[in-house]
């Protein structure tokens, strides 16, 4: 059973924890060839990322989070995701690439987003803004229980945070390998809609696509277009969310739609009742 960190504090406390199991040599600065060892990956990563972000990379590293970018994981329009190593385990850092990042759709989910008021509307600080949303939203899913990789650092269009994977194998999306109990994943999705909806939150962007099945255990990934249920659209994205669950666990066998989804969640936001003495 993996463990859930309830506050910053005990976020804060794991990390020192992994950051001794690491045991990376103070001092001695990473060599760029040290860095991203593997030709492939370091040609990837030159084709797509420009020299600040390379920088960015460094100084992460430097800070002893991690000692080397091993390959790419995934490779999208927006950004990259890699393994990087790190002591005896690994982390997953994503990169967002600055030029081709869609501000447009990016600003949709910044501005109404009171977290994020005074964000400049130029690439760079939107990517920017853009990343520390994504490890925010890590944080408020990791403090109410829901799980999501554990965030690590980020900086500039960096973000480090758990690997979610076994012997170094990259979990698969729920989309490529289905739950084996698809009920019971339905019932702890089910639970975590409710769970963000207690908080506020709205992810915006869930689907098969963003679920990991991690030897069984779902975890929620993407959360850089997470919203609070104050923004103009939270009631749109919202029904968008169980729309495209429903659908997919209806496809596979669940006996559910848009509308007993909808119930089920709002049937599990609400608190039990505390027992009369
Ligand atoms: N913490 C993680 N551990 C392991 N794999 C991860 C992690 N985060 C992301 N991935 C992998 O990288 C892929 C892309 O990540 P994510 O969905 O966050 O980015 P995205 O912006 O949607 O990228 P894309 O445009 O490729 O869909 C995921 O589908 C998953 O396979
Ligand atoms: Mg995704």
């Not at 504090?9 to 060599?31: A, C, D, H, R, V």
């Not at 860095?35 to 960015?56: C, P, S, Y």
């Amino acid at each position: 059973m993996k463990k859930f960190y309830t506050n910053q504090s005990q976020i804060n406390k794991q990390l020192n924890e992994q950051l001794n199991e690491q045991q990376l040599e103070e001092g001695k600065p990473i060599k760029e060839e040290k860095l991203i060892k593997d030709e492939h990956t370091r040609e990837i990563f030159e084709q797509v990322f420009d020299k600040a972000t390379l920088n960015t990379v460094y100084e992460i590293a430097r800070k002893k989070y991690f000692e080397e970018i091993e390959f790419v994981i995934s490779t999208g329009k927006e950004g990259n995701v890699f393994r990087c190593k790190s002591g005896n385990g690994h982390y997953a850092m994503k990169i967002y690439k600055i030029e081709t990042s869609n501000f447009k759709h990016m600003m949709e989910y910044i501005e109404g987003d009171r977290r994020f008021k005074s964000v400049r509307k130029d690439k760079q600080e939107i990517v920017k803004a853009w990343t520390k949303k994504e490890y925010k939203n890590l944080e408020e899913l990791t403090k109410i229980k829901v799980k999501a990789p554990l965030p690590i650092t980020f900086s500039r269009n960096c973000l480090l945070m758990e690997f979610i994977g076994e012997n170094g194998n990259a979990a698969p999306r729920a989309k490529e390998k289905p739950f084996t109990d698809m009920n019971k994943a339905y019932e702890t999705i089910c639970e975590y809609l409710a769970k963000m909806i207690n908080a506020k939150l709205i992810h915006s962007d869930l689907s098969e696509y963003n679920i990991l099945n991690n030897n069984e255990e779902l975890v929620i990934i993407d959360v850089g277009q997470m919203v609070t249920t104050e923004h103009p659209k939270a009631k749109e994205f919202y029904v968008r969310d169980i729309r495209n669950l429903s659908k997919w666990f209806s496809k596979n066998g669940v006996k559910t739609n848009y509308e007993k989804m909808y119930e089920h969640v709002k049937e599990k936001t609400k608190k039990p009742k505390k027992e009369k003495k």
